[in-house]
């Protein structure tokens, strides 16, 4: 009798939102790049243009370093949330595994009282008994003479 395993899932709607915050993470990093290159191209435009171009890059310098933060935040964030959902995968499959243990000794124990059972049983069954002095002893076999 073999039973169906049924994995434990979270919540649909928990696992939804995960996901959504790490699309949602994503798509910001995705987003940030797309802004990167556009202010690339201001930057490189502006300085091609300007007669000041110490004062363009020194303003790009600054941009830079704080675009190069914001991008560190946001792997921060996606990282973050990756994390999180590995993390709950494996608690699961770590209670699913302990869950499996315990199945096991529960088993065992059974098959160790079914073996305590069997070995106490008797055998019922009764042999007809015949008088001593109609059966000639080497006839009968041992187990009938008591």
Same mark, same amino acid.
Request: glycine share 10%.
């Given at each position: 009798m073999e039973e169906e395993r049924v994995p434990f899932t979270k919540a649909p709607s928990t696992r939804y939102r995960e996901e959504e915050g790490f699309h949602r993470a994503l798509l910001e990093l995705k987003d940030l790049r797309s802004q990167l290159h556009h202010a690339a191209d201001y930057c490189e435009t502006a300085f091609s243009k300007a007669e000041h171009k110490k004062m363009i890059l020194e303003g790009t310098k600054s941009y830079i370093c704080d675009a190069m933060v914001a991008v560190v935040d946001?792997? =921060?964030n996606v990282s973050s949330k990756l994390e999180q959902s590995l993390f709950a995968d494996a608690v699961i499959v770590q209670?699913?595994?302990r869950i499996?243990?315990?199945k096991q000794r529960l088993l065992t124990c059974q098959h160790y009282?079914?073996?305590l059972e069997l070995s106490n049983?008797?055998?019922s069954i009764k042999f007809p008994?015949?008088?001593q002095h109609y059966v000639s002893p =080497?006839?009968?076999?041992s187990f009938i003479l008591v």
């Open positions: 946001h792997l =921060g209670t699913e595994q499996d243990c315990l009282a079914i073996s049983m008797q055998l008994r015949q008088h =080497g006839t009968l076999p």
